[in-house]
């Protein structure tokens, strides 16, 4: 009991000259506390069962030991639909971020005067970048088609809400003293933004682009779940039959996939910069 006392009020400290000095009470124990509570309180909300993890734990470790043994016989089929999944990335990305440039520069309070059409700018890029890209794929393919012209358009929507939002923040930032200045002398709106901002702005905003497209290569893979094409339809498909040493041999070719693209981004961005 008196540990715990001690741990809750620090022992004054007396110094050399006799006088003592209280320390402050440590909010450690009560963080702990609130940790535990919370660790109980979601655990409870959430169902989550400890035997249960405890009982069947050892299953994943059965499942990665099978993903760890990929089959490489099944490369031919898995090649198409990977080469399927980077085109539907890198076509989305680009399309995405080409109409993510004009909107960008309409939401931009610094470019853009009128505050009512910027509030509706902002709150319908906000709509746009709450729907997650599996809910987009899943009703582009009720409107389109099954296959990667849907994976195409979800693509498209979610990079254009991204490119949107880190554009106009970054145009938002910069320095606007020579946009006036060439507005001063006559020069177009346009005209003063393309000579002046645009110089400011664009190895950002290509550096943003390439960003996107390391998301979105990771994220056309789930795509097929819901009919959008690309690896994603055979991932689930061998998931489903727990074809287990196939999937390892689908993840290890995605994971090489997605390495080489992020290479590539990391040495163009550097290169920007």
Do not use: H
Not at 82 to 102: D, Y
């Amino acid at each position: 009991m008196k540990r715990m006392r001690d741990l809750f009020q620090p022992k004054k400290i007396t110094l050399d000259n006799g006088k003592e000095i209280q320390p402050p009470r440590s909010v450690a124990p009560f963080i702990l506390i609130g940790l535990a509570l919370a660790l109980w309180g979601a655990a409870t909300i959430t169902g989550f069962d400890f035997n249960a993890l405890m009982r069947r734990g050892n299953q994943f470790f059965i499942i990665l030991k099978d993903m760890l043994s990929p089959d490489w016989s099944i490369i031919d089929q898995i090649i198409p639909p990977l080469v399927e999944t980077i085109k539907m990335s890198i076509l989305g990305s680009i399309i995405g971020s080409l109409l993510a440039f004009p909107v960008a520069i309409l939401s931009s309070s610094n470019i853009n005067k009128s505050k009512c059409s910027l509030w509706i700018m902002r709150f319908i890029l906000s709509i746009v970048r709450t729907i997650p890209t599996l809910i987009i794929a899943l009703f582009a393919t009720y409107v389109f088609v099954l296959g990667t012209f849907a994976g195409t358009v979800a693509i498209s929507i979610f990079t254009f809400g991204i490119v949107v939002k880190m554009l106009y923040e970054k145009i938002e930032t910069i320095d606007m003293g020579p946009f006036e200045a060439m507005e001063a002398v006559g020069a177009t709106k346009l005209e003063a933004f393309q000579s002046a901002i645009t110089p400011q702005i664009l190895p950002n905003y290509f550096s943003m682009c390439l960003y996107t497209l390391e998301i979105n290569v990771r994220a056309a893979t789930i795509l097929g779940y819901v009919g959008a094409g690309g690896i994603g339809l055979l991932l689930k498909e061998k998931l489903g039959w727990r074809q287990y040493d196939q999937v390892g041999m689908i993840l290890l070719l995605l994971f090489v996939t997605i390495i080489v693209i992020e290479n590539i981004s990391r040495y163009i961005r550097e290169r920007l910069g």
